[in-house]
């Protein structure tokens, strides 16, 4: 791997990456983006040559590192396409995306949402912000301490199915939740409120409430807006059709109503004869 002097201070690094054990790959990644994104313009040499070893690099490092690229990328005006849709290329397909979101890892769920911001812009790429009512009432209820009703008023803001909505208010990391307030336009101010108090296992730690604020700001309402189409796939179960209690009740109702007819024309066969009877007298 040949570097020019556009980057003297990787010399150190690439003489690490020659030892055996120790893998500098992830290092190397991030001090190239560092120093590229310092610079506001590149030559031509300097540009090719940050693609190539990026590209190079990007498959053989993990979530963390990617996600860190990622986010400095991502702030950068003139950053490469190419290696933005590399970058991209991790998010799994829609229908996969909801279960490898919830089983990730806090890291690995910062990684997706800024691929998401990376990918391809939708027709409305910028969610339309909830009524203020429907945020006032979401936070009513997470003072409150009442999840249920929390999940019920977002299944019906978000349009998703009410499993995935109490998935999200039960989801002991908090991401989910960063992602429908961004979705739903939800001031900042308003979204710490609710961390504290939701649901405790993310509320109880300071550190965990300061790094999803910090989330909240890192992701873009395009990305929170994909996401949230992305759950909304994830389609409610079909109500069952209405069936009577018992199997034959139909039957059974039908059958009594056949036989109170049956009696009533029977006693209208009865009465007539002895009126005309009693008219003869």
């Known amino acids: 791997m ?7 201070p990787l010399d150190s690094l690439l003489d690490l990456a020659c030892r055996d054990g120790v ?25 090719t040559q940050y693609v190539e070893l990026a590209l190079g690099l990007i498959d053989a490092v993990d979530a963390a590192t990617r996600a860190t690229v990622a986010a400095r990328l991502g702030s950068y005006k003139s950053a490469p396409q190419v290696v933005l849709r590399k970058l991209g290329a991790v998010v799994p397909p829609a229908p996969d995306l909801i279960d ?27 969610p339309t912000p909830a009524p203020a009512d429907t945020i006032r009432r979401l ?31 039960e989801d002991a990391s908090g991401e989910p939740i960063v992602v429908a307030a961004k979705a739903l ?7 710490q409120r609710i961390l504290l108090v939701l649901n405790p296992e993310v509320g109880q730690s300071v550190e965990r409430v300061f790094n999803l604020d910090l989330l909240y700001d890192e992701i873009s309402p395009a990305a929170a807006a994909r996401m949230v189409a992305i759950w909304r796939t994830a389609a409610a179960p079909p109500r069952p059709r209405h069936a009577p209690l018992h199997w034959d009740d139909e039957r059974s109702s039908a059958r009594a109503a056949a036989s109170a007819a049956r009696h009533r024309t029977a006693r209208g066969h009865d009465v007539a004869p002895t009126r ?6």
């Open 2 to 8: 040949a570097m020019s002097s556009a980057y003297p």
């Open 139 to 169: 936070e009513s209820a997470a003072l409150q301490h009442n999840g249920r009703e929390f999940a019920r008023l977002l299944e019906r803001a978000l349009g998703i199915a009410a499993p995935l909505a109490a998935r999200i208010v």
């Open 185 to 191: 336009g939800m001031k900042a101010a308003v979204l």
């Open 23 to 47: 893998d500098i790959r992830p290092t190397l990644l991030r001090v190239i983006t560092d120093l590229y994104v310092q610079k506001p313009t590149h030559s031509g040499e300097e540009e």
């Open 276 to 281: 005309a009877r009693t008219n003869e007298r």
């Open 100 to 126: 490898e979101f919830f089983s990730a890892t806090a890291i690995e769920r910062r990684l997706i949402l800024t691929n998401l911001s990376l990918a391809e812009p939708p027709a409305a790429a910028n």
